[in-house]
């Protein structure tokens, strides 16, 4: 079955420093999501990436998809410590929507 | 708030007993999806459910199951319970599939002793 791995599963980063986490597919995806979820909170959707190639920026985020749409990244620019929580990214394969396991970012002030 | 309610939000048990989460999904949305989260774990796909039926099935053990209901809502039943089982589970709805954003509801903590 479809399985997407997420590196790393943890990240400790001093306030200001950039942090990158990245999300490979075994299959060929659909398009890929991104969520962030706060500590003791559920998770919400920060985007969606559908084309290969595609690159998208959310003031500090930015986001790409890979050209041959099995992989993806997540880079924060300037960490602040409001980035604090577990970032998944999500892999659709049309059918289901298979979560990596998540990367938890921890930002020192 | 995302619009998808969970009830209970905290559910403590013993082992062998059997409970029932329930999920209202957003207004509109036809497509209820659950997800088990442990201690520091990733979310993994229960099962998804569209228009009251089911599409799609994940890891999901034999003692639990899920259904839709006319109204949209859905319920997760959980039986047979033992400690492993302990856990946060989510519920999500959107509006048709998988290739649409999920909108998560907060969840419900169980505790099983």
């Known amino acids: 079955g479809q399985q997407v791995m997420q590196i790393p599963q943890y990240q400790h980063v001093q306030e200001g420093e950039d942090f990158t986490t990245y999300c490979n597919s075994s299959?060929?995806?659909?398009?890929i999501q991104w969520y962030k979820q706060r500590p003791g909170g559920h998770p919400v959707f920060l985007i969606q990436?559908?084309?290969?190639?595609e690159v998208k920026k959310q003031k500090r985020l930015t986001f790409q998809f890979g050209e041959a749409k099995k992989n993806s990244s997540l880079h924060i620019t300037a960490t602040q410590t409001t980035d604090v929580g577990t970032y998944f990214c999500?892999?659709?394969?049309?059918?289901?929507?298979?979560f990596g396991e998540g990367t938890q970012l921890t930002v020192n002030p | 708030d995302s619009g998808v309610t969970q009830t209970p939000k905290h559910l403590i048990t013993a082992t062998g007993q059997r409970v029932t989460l329930r999920c209202s999904p957003r207004?509109?949305?036809?497509?209820v999806y659950w997800y088990q989260q442990s201690l520091d774990q990733g979310l993994q796909f229960l099962i998804h459910?569209?228009?009251?039926?089911?599409?799609a099935k994940g890891n999901i053990l034999e003692r639990f199951s899920a259904q839709q209901f006319p109204d949209l809502h859905s319920e997760l039943n959980l039986s047979s319970l033992e400690l492993g089982d302990s856990a946060l589970y989510f519920c999500?709805?959107?509006?048709?599939?998988?290739?649409?954003?999920?909108?998560f509801g907060s969840g419900t903590q169980l505790s099983v002793l």
């Open positions: 999500a709805s959107n509006p048709r599939g998988p290739d649409e954003k999920l909108f």
């Open positions: 999500a892999g659709s394969s049309g059918s289901r929507l298979t």
């Open positions: 459910y569209y228009n009251g039926e089911e599409r």
């Open positions: 990436l559908v084309k290969s190639g």
């Open positions: 207004s509109g949305d036809l497509s």
């Open positions: 299959t060929t995806l659909s398009n």
